[in-house]
């Protein structure tokens, strides 16, 4: 299998996560055409990448669908660590703390910090506290609520990693230096996620190469 991924991508960066920690032979690689052109469009019909193309040429697009298709392979085949817990209950947690990642941290605060690092929009620093402090207190309620540290780390917890490291790369610009510091769970969350290896290296090649790209998109202005 081929993941085809963006090294600066917080949802290629929760894919490669779950292929490190339960390892999977999937094969990294950079997209095989130009972004943005008809072609690319033509060859991953939602435009966007990650993408996962298995050995008969069928591919799974959508990170979250990804990792869920990994997880259920992984366990068919009887290898690698469970990231989704068997239980009905916990597993509808996990999906609600991978939704809260995406449709809620990371729309109404990681977009709108990242529109204003780069000049895209200009927002308020203010508004930006506001919408970033409320976005973490629902994530604050979430995690209070699952039972972290105690319980294993799952599919939610690998969607949400990436994107909190981003809104902490980000946050200084809202002149927010430590945005977790007033949230117990998250701040302990946090720690444990940055204690596990592959969650911590593949999050520093995340940063440096959103680094990379945000330099060269300088260098363009």
Excluded: C
Aim: no cysteine; proline share 9%.
């Amino acid at each position: 299998m081929k993941l085809y991924s963006l090294p600066h991508s917080p949802y290629s960066a929760r894919v490669r996560i779950q292929i490190a920690l339960q390892g999977l032979p999937v094969e990294v690689l950079p997209p095989p055409i130009p972004l943005r052109t008809a072609e690319f469009y033509q060859h991953f019909p939602l435009g966007k990448l990650p993408v996962l193309e298995l050995e008969d040429g069928n591919q799974v697009a959508e990170s979250w669908a990804i990792m869920e298709y990994l997880e259920e392979l992984s366990a068919g085949a009887g290898s690698g660590a469970a990231l989704m817990p068997a239980n009905p209950l916990d597993r509808a947690r996990v999906r609600a703390l991978g939704r809260y990642a995406d449709l809620h941290l990371a729309v109404n605060a990681l977009f709108p910090l990242f529109r204003a690092v780069t000049g895209a929009a200009e927002i308020e620093p203010g508004s930006l506290r506001d919408s970033l402090a409320a976005e973490l207190r629902k994530g604050e309620r979430l995690l209070a609520e699952d039972g972290t540290p105690e319980r294993p780390m799952h599919l939610g917890d690998i969607a949400l990693a990436p994107t909190i490291a981003y809104v902490l790369e980000l946050a200084p610009a809202a002149g927010l230096d430590a945005p977790l510091a007033e949230f117990g769970h998250f701040s302990t969350w946090w720690s444990r996620m940055q204690g596990i290896p592959a969650v911590a290296e593949t999050l520093q090649d995340m940063r440096q190469a959103y680094i990379a790209f945000a330099e060269r998109m300088a260098s363009k202005a």
